[in-house]
């Protein structure tokens, strides 16, 4: 199934059922967070099998998920692992956004006017659909609510300010997730393609089969040392072509309009504007 969290005709939080182009409201389940069970959202998407439905077109698209915990895997892809000259990481390189990082399919992508190196990066994002602590490889699949798309927009000359990322990372309002949440049941992650387009131009390309530390990896890894809860996030690396490697340097500017497409899942899209500020 394919869910998609959007803004009602009052401005109110909606969780949504995708059958083709349109979307049928779920009843008592408005966001996927650590609330929301995997077998609760099922439950309450086989309930709104024959309800009414609006257009997927036009609706005000929210982040598809809510969560309390947003993981992120630096140097993840061989490729980009070579085009920063660093060695092979041999543990995952973390670190972490927060919920107020992340906005919705179609939102805009603000350049905050304090950095000059926005930067792009095209992501597979890993939804949590149960909890769990120490997760065995074997079982981490189990634990996985479905998968979206992820721009881990980075802000360069913050992010280089110290050996910590976080300060380029973890900026309010930048980072889209969406457009849609596919489970994992119609889904295997294990061999998607995975682009990132700027203004049309194709910047990034891959498949998530190069990850060097796979999604399973990831699951036992972060939920050693947390419970990882329905909603939470695993933003599983990004491939060469990022903006700052380039030569010359390509960054985000206003009126800009960036997609990540993933194989399987769908495209998102944002345009960038510059942030005003009173």
């Known amino acids: 199934m394919r869910f998609v969290a959007y803004r009602d005709a009052d401005g109110a939080a909606a969780l949504g059922r995708v059958d083709g182009d349109r979307v049928r409201r779920l009843d008592g389940v408005r966001r996927v967070d650590r609330e929301t069970s ?3 959202l099922r439950a309450a998407a086989d309930a709104a099998r024959d309800g009414a439905d609006v257009p997927l077109d036009g609706l005000d698209l929210l982040p598809v998920a809510q969560p309390g915990k947003v993981f992120c895997v630096g140097l993840n892809y061989r490729s980009h692992v070579d085009e920063t000259g660093r060695d092979l990481p041999t543990y995952p390189v973390l670190f972490p956004k927060f919920a107020s990082s992340l906005i919705g399919h179609g939102a805009p992508i603000t350049l905050p006017p304090e950095s000059a190196q926005v930067d792009y990066e095209a992501e597979l ?3 949590i659909g149960r909890a769990g602590r120490r997760i065995a490889r074997e079982d981490a699949f189990d634990h996985v609510l479905g998968y979206t798309v992820c ?6 000359d913050f992010q280089y300010k110290t050996h910590q990322w976080m300060q380029g990372k973890a900026w309010d309002g930048s980072t889209p997730l969406g457009p849609v949440l596919v489970t994992a049941d119609e889904l295997d992650p294990g061999d998607l393609a995975i682009s990132l ?3 049309g131009r194709e910047l990034q390309a891959s498949r998530t089969d190069r990850l060097i530390f796979d999604i399973p990896e990831l699951i036992a890894v972060t939920s050693q040392f947390t419970r990882l809860e ?8 990004t491939p060469s072509g990022v903006g700052f490697r380039r030569d010359p340097q390509v960054f985000l500017t206003d009126g800009d309009v960036v997609e990540v497409e993933i194989e399987g899942i769908g495209t998102l899209r944002n345009p960038v504007r510059a942030e005003t500020v009173a």
């Open 230 to 237: 329905p909603g939470d996030v695993i933003l599983t690396g």
């Open 125 to 127: 994002a890993v939804v």
């Open 38 to 40: 995997a077998e609760a």
């Open 197 to 199: 387009r700027l203004n």
């Open 151 to 156: 721009n881990d927009v980075t802000m360069r």
